[in-house]
């Protein structure tokens, strides 16, 4: 198993994320012909390979596109699209987890069906095929929306947030998933249930990604994405529990009013990368760069972190 780094006080790592004035990335498409229709969903960071992974829907396939991208992390190209899934037209929030991209594809016509998948970067994108989670049942509850995954113990635990993420199925892994530990669902949050009590404020937005990290004391965090009704782009950021009653699972601890730029929004695709122990980056992309056969750039943000700004919370 390969995790991402362990964050030392997760709430201070939120809080040292810049909410403006975002590094603008221009990302080559030019000449790459993609899949027609839909927008992309989620968008991640592979430091080893130097790749941003950008996923998305479209009117027939998942799919994503790796962008080779350079040193100073302003510029890419693009790569040719991989179909993730044929028959699951909608591939939505994503996260990595060491070399590994973790994220779900679902039906987006019945809304009952969904899978989530692993793909290994380590080398070229191949997926993990003996790893797939199935996922069946009512309406927009057994959906993929937007999944995140961190160390968890001597395992993992995976979040898997269904119809804009009105329920949260967490998964858990005692040893290594990736050498045979299965992931057990351990408990369902709803939203409609929640236990607010201890919130900051009673919002739960329609997350379109969530993201996983881990404290070096085991406490586990929720890092979660959207654009309200004023379009303005929030994300927020949960304590979570799992052995407690499932009401209880989320605490609500902080949020930050973001600002991006260039079109994108955290309507469409966001995330994060652990860049070590202390801090960690916030990413963003645009829903679409223009026709699927003539467009020739995707834009993208990146939040560093700011070690000597003053703390932004609720904007």
């Known amino acids: 198993m390969n995790p991402n780094p362990i964050l030392n006080d997760v709430v201070a790592a939120f809080g040292l994320v810049a909410n403006s004035k975002p590094v603008e990335v221009s990302i080559d498409r030019s000449g790459v012909i993609l899949p027609q229709g839909g927008h992309f969903q989620g968008i991640q960071w592979f430091p080893e390979q130097g790749l941003l992974v950008i996923t998305s829907d479209s009117n027939y396939e998942a799919y994503f596109v790796a962008c080779k991208m350079t040193s100073d992390e302003q510029n890419g190209r693009a790569r040719a699209p991989v179909t993730m899934s044929w028959y699951f037209k909608h591939c939505g929030g994503c996260q990595s987890f060491g070399n590994v991209l973790v994220a779900g594809v679902e039906d987006p016509d019945k809304n009952q069906t969904s899978e ?13 095929v003996q790893m797939t989670i199935p996922r069946s049942g009512p309406e927009k509850v057994s959906t ?8 968890h113990g001597r395992g993992a635990v995976l979040a898997v947030a269904s119809y804009d993420a009105r329920t949260l199925d967490f998964y858990t892994s005692e040893r290594d998933p990736f050498h045979g530990s299965p992931f057990d669902l351990r408990l369902t949050w709803t939203a409609e249930g929640a236990d607010k009590s201890n919130w900051i404020d009673d919002n739960f937005g329609a ?9 070096k004391d085991g406490q586990l965090f929720l890092v979660a994405f959207h654009r309200n009704d004023s379009d303005e782009d929030w994300m927020d950021l949960f304590a979570i529990k799992l052995d407690v009653d499932p009401s209880s699972a989320l605490t609500k601890v902080d949020r930050k009013h973001m600002y991006c730029t260039l079109g994108c929004d955290f309507d469409k695709g966001a995330g994060i990368f652990i860049e070590s122990s202390d801090v960690f980056k916030v990413l963003a992309v645009n829903g679409s760069s223009g026709d699927h056969r003539d467009g020739t750039t995707i834009h993208a943000n990146i939040f560093n972190p700011q070690p000597d700004s003053d703390r932004v919370t609720t904007g």
């Not at 997350?207 to 404290?215: A, E, G, H, S, V």
Request: glycine share 6%.
């Open 116 to 128: 989530v998948q692993f793909w290994d970067f380590t080398r070229f994108p191949m997926q993990l």
């Open 144 to 151: 993929a929306g937007a999944v995140g995954m961190t160390t």
């Open 207 to 215: 997350y379109q990604n969530i993201n996983l990290l881990t404290q």
